[in-house]
């Protein structure tokens, strides 16, 4: 099957640091990755789609300049939030698409849920 | 841009009941896909529909696409503890040039009491 991984789990930071999140693709390859935003009892917010070897594309109303993306080889993407504060704490999750179909289906990581200080 | 709707927005059954949820769009959606997430867990993909008035079967759980391809419902018979979660639905927005990317419904959120 296809396996997305996620790490870490979870992280505390305080207000003003920079945060890291790296989403892999285990057993495929994934030229397309995307990440979203969770908040509580809400539904997914997609923030940006990430392409191998390219610039991220990210949603009206993202901060490309906050939120960091890099998608250097075809299992790897990362998220990086920079200047964190208490209102980017949220459940973020990242998925991807295996580049061998032609289905829209993305697997999902099981997510880095970050509070901010 | 594309957008579903879907209702309701929460559901509390006694175990042993059905539940449906629905998901409407105002334009015809070339598919649909429905997920599962678990209380403090992420997305799980159940299943893909493509085809006008498709119906299909996982156990307890049946999926419906319509006719029209706007509008899709997820029912569950006969409800277990298990079947706890929110369940999304989630369409697919071409953008031009780009990938296909999903944008999911707010989601439906089923509790069960036993």
């Known amino acids: 099957g296809a396996v997305v991984s996620q790490h870490p789990s979870r992280v505390i930071c305080k207000s003003g640091t920079s945060v890291k999140i790296e989403c892999r693709s285990l057993?495929?390859?994934?030229?397309?990755m995307f990440w979203y935003r969770q908040f509580p009892k809400q539904s997914l917010m997609l923030m940006a789609t990430s392409n191998e070897g390219s610039k991220a594309t990210y949603e009206q109303g993202v901060e490309k300049d906050k939120f960091l993306i890099n998608h250097a080889s075809l299992t790897l993407s990362t998220l990086t939030v920079t200047s964190a504060h208490p209102e980017d704490s949220s459940f973020y999750i990242c998925s991807a698409r295996d580049s061998r179909t032609s289905t829209d289906t993305q697997y999902f990581g099981p997510g880095t849920r970050l509070t901010v200080l | 841009g594309q957008q579903v709707m879907q209702i309701p927005q929460y559901q509390h059954v006694q175990e042993g009941e059905d539940f449906t949820t629905y998901c409407n769009s105002s334009?015809?959606?070339?598919?649909i896909q429905w997920y599962k997430q678990r209380p403090g867990g992420h997305p799980v993909f159940l299943i893909q529909?493509?085809?006008?008035?498709e119906v299909k079967k996982q156990k307890r759980l049946t999926f419906q696409f319509g006719e029209a391809k706007k509008n899709s419902s997820l029912h569950i018979t006969a409800t277990q503890t298990t079947d706890v979660g929110t369940y999304f639905c989630a369409v697919t927005r071409s953008p031009s040039g780009g990938y296909n990317k999903l944008i999911f419904g707010a989601g439906t959120r089923l509790a069960v009491h036993p």
């Open positions: 529909l493509v085809k006008s008035g």
């Open positions: 057993d495929f390859q994934a030229t397309t």
């Open positions: 334009t015809t959606l070339s598919n």
